[in-house]
């Protein structure tokens, strides 16, 4: 049924691939690409068109009975947009806005917070059920 | 100010790291072996995102900001992990479409935090002067991320209230309603535009957000209830786009891998799911297909004689069959038919029958759907298979039990050009011996649409609530 040999080294070679392509592109600046200035959003872009790739023949592997799963540690996997408001709760002063901007991260990184717990919770819960079948006697 | 603990290369080198963790996190559900440890990278992934942040943090000298932190893990988490044991499996659906809406509230939260305090966010065309305005590149992302987790809050709430039966399922259809979505549309083009102009002006930032939280109310209320799996995995998608504008605002490697890769999975889903449909995505879109679960009794065609059968019947024939294929459907779930199902499964095959279920991929209310319920009751994941490996097996099968499920089993969708499923796949069950078609009544479908499956000669109508009729069957067979 599964042919994990081919498939796990060519989706391990991708990965691999993928992840040296987005160190150079977030690590090295733009002074490697020839001297050049290419602004960082460039750099941003191509880590998201290659992640876009990678995002689709991961998820083509993934076997149908395991949809609901994939859907949900999917949306506990969207909540590291917790980074975003933890930087905003931490912001150093309350002055100029500061303020509102604390109030508003705190309520993302509540909601954030419900979403990973919840997500990746409830994804092992449902992975914890997948049994094979108990051999013959 | 605090001087970061770490430096700046190693902390992009982190995130790319929890990036990749999260790849290798949906790379595991290649297979139900692997699953559990691929969601186990999913979590270290997690806390390497949240653990290098905290290192960042310019007010992390300051109690106020980790009382803050502690609360809002605390109070998220709290709820989180309550929320993700007492769910009923059943309930996933409506489950998942709530967490999209948090993940779209959240973009549209972190994105205002941005707004009111841009410097903090490295996103200032003068770092230090706020007067110099936002970077217009920042602007751009940030306006698109915070309009498709609004589109995703309101969207995502919608189909909450549908799916949890709180709200009708059936298509809300306004008038003009085109027009009204296209002129919300170019409203939101002009904002955007006058947003990025204005060099982040709060006033348009909120004018932005509420045309974008009407937007996604209109999108999802005309499309029907049984088109829902389409829209589930279309908000999944939408989700992380948000997360990747978001991404890009805050320069996040993290941020935008996973964007990308939920961005797409959530699309491939809703391919499938369109494919398992016959239809184009947007024809989905565009809605009014579909009601609620069923029609009144009787509802379409005319009146042809069919066999009624008795759980003592239906016991008597499984009893003797070979080969049982089971189909269920969303009835199934709706009657929390799973565990009578196996009960009856293992009394079959106490009785030396092979039994195997066959699952179409749209039934249910989201993808998969069908096959978490069979593995709560316990079914093993490898008597469970999907349209295309078990449909060529339903002519060697001597009994086809349909409990739940009907239009995924319409013949009229092979033989019927002038029927609105005519090309959608469906389980051929009629090629099996005998069908046992269970169903409350003689209703049609969710498409409103006659199955002529139901006056052939080889089908036997068992009449009656899914769970208990098989509870019946079970107790027949002992």
């Known amino acids: 049924m599964h042919k994990p040999t081919i498939s796990a080294l060519r989706n391990s070679t991708l990965t691999l691939a993928f992840a040296v392509f987005a160190l150079s592109a977030s ?111 | 100010m605090s001087e970061p603990m770490i430096p700046t ?118 770092a230090g002067d706020p007067n110099s305005g936002i970077k217009a590149a920042s602007l751009v992302e940030m306006s698109l991320g915070v309009a498709i987790g609004a589109i995703t809050f309101t969207g995502s709430v919608i189909a909450f209230s549908k799916l949890s039966g709180r709200m009708s399922g059936a298509p809300i259809i306004l008038p003009l309603r085109h027009v009204i979505n296209a002129g ?60 990747a504008g978001i991404g890009f605002t805050l320069g996040n490697i993290a941020l935008i891998i996973t964007g990308a890769l939920v961005g797409s999975s959530g699309a491939i889903l809703s391919y499938i799911m369109c494919r398992g449909m016959n239809r184009s995505f947007i024809s989905v879109i565009l809605g009014g297909f579909g009601g609620e679960v069923a029609g009144p009794a009787g509802g379409g065609g005319e009146q042809r004689p069919v066999k009624l059968g008795s759980a003592e019947d239906a016991a008597y024939i499984m009893k003797n069959a070979q080969k049982v294929i089971i189909v269920p459907g969303y009835g199934m779930a709706v009657a929390q038919a799973q565990h009578a199902l196996r009960e009856l499964a293992d009394a079959l095959k106490e009785a030396g029958v092979e039994v195997k279920y066959a699952i179409h991929p749209v039934a249910g209310r989201m993808p998969g759907h069908m096959n978490v319920l069979l593995a709560e009751a316990n079914v093993p994941y490898d008597e469970v298979f999907e349209l295309e490996d078990i449909n060529s097996e339903f002519q060697q099968a001597d009994v086809a039990y349909v409990i739940g499920a009907n239009d995924v089993t319409n013949p009229a969708a092979e033989d019927d050009p002038s029927s609105p499923i005519y090309g959608m796949p469906v389980l051929q069950v009629w090629k099996a011996g005998t069908v046992m078609f269970n169903k409350r009544s003689l209703a049609s479908g969710y498409a409103g649409i006659d199955n002529p499956l139901f006056y052939r000669d080889n089908t036997m109508m068992l009449l009656g609530d899914a769970k208990k009729m098989t509870e019946e069957i079970v107790k027949a067979i002992d």
């Open chain 1, 27 to 137: 690590a090295l600046p733009a002074a490697a690409a020839g001297g050049g200035d290419v602004a960082p959003w460039v750099y941003q872009i191509m880590v998201f068109v290659m992640a876009i790739f990678v995002g689709y023949y991961v998820v083509w592997s993934v076997t149908p009975a395991l949809h609901t799963p994939l859907m949900s540690v999917t949306n506990a996997v969207s909540s590291v947009i917790v980074v975003g408001a933890l930087l905003a709760v931490g912001i150093e002063s309350i002055a100029n806005g500061g303020l509102a901007a604390k109030i508003f991260g705190f309520l993302a990184l509540t909601m954030a917070s419900v979403n990973i717990f919840g997500g990746f919770l409830v994804t092992s819960r449902m992975l914890a059920m997948y049994k094979k079948k108990e051999p013959k006697r």
């Open chain 2, 184 to 243: 919300l549309f170019a409203a939101l083009v002009v904002l955007i535009y006058m947003f990025v102009v204005s060099g982040g002006d709060d006033k348009l930032f909120w004018a932005i957000t509420v045309i974008s939280l009407l937007f996604g109310v209109l999108i999802i209320v005309p499309i029907g209830g049984a088109d829902m799996p389409v829209v589930v995995s279309m908000l999944n998608s939408y989700s992380g786009w948000a997360a």
């Open chain 2, 9 to 126: 290369d190693l902390v992009a080198i982190l995130y790319l790291i929890s990036g990749v963790l999260f790849i290798l996190a949906l790379r595991g559900l290649s297979h139900p072996e692997t699953s559990r440890r691929g969601n186990l990278y999913g979590m270290i992934g997690m806390a390497i995102a949240i653990v290098t942040t905290l290192t960042q943090l310019k007010g992390g000298d300051q109690l106020l900001t980790w009382v803050l932190i502690a609360l809002g893990l605390g109070i998220g988490g709290v709820i989180g992990g309550k929320i993700a044991r007492d769910i009923p499996m059943t309930s996933m659906p409506e489950l998942v479409a709530a967490f999209h809406s948090l993940v779209g509230l959240a973009a549209v939260f972190v994105a205002a935090a941005a707004v009111y305090a841009p410097d903090a966010f490295g996103i200032l065309q003068v």
